[in-house]
């Protein structure tokens, strides 16, 4: 059975020299190739990142909803709390006409 986490997919990545030496020297230190190095380093940085976008997307959520209720709060007190259709289709001339007893 194939291991589903083997690398065998590629991908080119040009870098400076600067990077590639320092690349080599830290691969080294961990006793991998490079692009065992680099594969890692990748596979982290996206984690990080989809991490991090997971979290922006919870706090979008909860603020949506903390500012839905606020503008729903600020509407029911401009209104009056009266429901949006009847306020808006009884205008100033339009009242409601009392009943003679």
Same mark, same amino acid.
């Not at 059975?1 to 990077?19: F, G, L, S, Y």
């Not at 839905?68 to 409601?96: D, H, S």
């Given at each position: ?7 065998? !997919?590629? $991908? ?6 600067? %990077? +590639? ?5 830290? #691969?080294?230190?961990?006793? *991998? ?10 596979? !982290?940085? $996206? ?6 976008? %997971? +979290? ?5 959520? #909860?603020?949506?909803?903390? *500012? ?34």
């Amino acid at each position: 059975m194939a291991n589903p986490r083997k690398r065998n !997919q590629d $991908i080119r990545v040009r870098v400076t020299a600067e %990077v +590639m030496e320092r690349t080599k020297r830290v #691969a080294d230190l961990l006793g *991998m190739p490079p692009s065992t190095l680099a594969s890692l380093a990748l596979a !982290q940085f $996206i984690a990080q990142q989809e991490r991090g976008l %997971v +979290m922006v997307d919870r706090m979008a959520d #909860a603020i949506g909803g903390q *500012m839905g209720q606020e503008f729903k709060t600020q509407l029911e007190a401009q209104l009056g709390k009266a429901p949006v259709q009847q306020k808006l289709f009884q205008g100033p001339g339009r009242r409601k006409k009392k009943k003679r007893g």
